[in-house]
């Protein structure tokens, strides 16, 4: 179909992502001089909108054609991003810390778990209305999978935020906690009603419950299990280069076994990552070894968001969105916005024991609520024809949004709070996380 298609192998695929992503971040640091996560998006996204006024105006250009040969190499679903996921859920669990979790454990428990569903459930539903506004042709339950693929929320550009500001760590550990299991949860509910949607049957709350406790409950038991053996693989020896290793076994056997119990790999990843993360890096390992890992897999966070928000960006040269999917997307950043801050105040105000009682917490959790990598590894995940093309545009606004203006504009809404004294965001003197 595409002659370029045929003469890629998956190693030439991958360095010309990889290549594209390095060339992209050095435009932005030495010109743009952008936050690298933003100045990418940037990029991204105009290479996108650059290629794709080339490919209309100039004659005998047809990159559209190129680039959709390229992605048909892809096998996004079975390989690339069901691995990725759980190399992100693992690196972004080591920074997690426990004992600061523990304080406001509720909270993120309630955020991560019904604040996940609320989400889902409001931006289903909204956007089936507006979908039926529009007369487009979906099934209901896809605007359901569209509610699960964008609720996750994105810690690590809001933590470099919070850090700058010099926000509570208490708040940056619940902001971590609550972004790193409502990806883990978010997934499980994604996979679920994906499932549902490809196949057609009818879904049940009942059978969606029952599918969410083995996901959810396997991909847990398997995190603990590979966790504690890689805990003490790592308390058995001082050799850097050896525990950096076992960590990526930890990683890709720990995924491979989940993948054929048929349980949550990404939950299993993010669970064994705070152990690691807390217990491996306090008492299994050495200073060398310790800024060695956290070094080694924060380039990994880094590489693989790099190379997602190209690949969507890709995605976007090959769709050329139409009227439909421009209206859908803009409506998608405001029902996204809305369906958190419900979310939120839902999840944290309904129990008593769950509140947040410093001022401005409820603010910082809404408005710092940042989608990234996560979703649009969902997204990209999606079979192929016109509905995936409609949520992908959709994805690709409420991430770009939440990228270049909440994170853009978290800084002035700290700022902002700490102007009214608000406790939430007022330095605290407390042991210095670990």
Known sequence: MHETSTTLSPFDIAAILVVASAFLGWLNHHFIKLPHVIGLTVMGALGAIGLMVADAFIPG???????????EQMDFTDTLLQGMLS????????????DRLRVAWLPVLLLSTVGVVISTLLIGAASWGLGLLLGLPITPIWYFVFG????????????GVLKEENVPASLQSAVAGESLFNDGVGIVVFVILLGAAVTGNDFSLAEGARLFAIEAGGGVLVGLVFGFIGYRALASMDEYTLEVLI?????????ALCTQLHISGPLAMAVAGLLIGNHGVTYAMSDVTRDYLIKFWELVDELLNSVLFLLIGLELIALAPGTDAAIFGLAAIVITLAARAIAVGSATKIIPAARLDNKGAGRVLWWGGLRGGISIALALSLPAGPTRDLLLAATFAAVLFSVLVQRATLGKLIESLKAEHAPAVEEESSPSAH
């Open 148 to 159: 699960a693929l964008i609720s996750p929320t994105d810690p690590v550009s809001v933590l």
């Open 247 to 255: 960590t990526l076994a930890i990683v890709m056997g720990g995924y």
């Open 61 to 71: 250009i047809i990159l559209d054609d190129w680039v959709a040969g390229l992605l």
């Open 87 to 98: 190399f992100l859920l693992f690196a972004g669990a080591l920074h997690v810390d426990l």
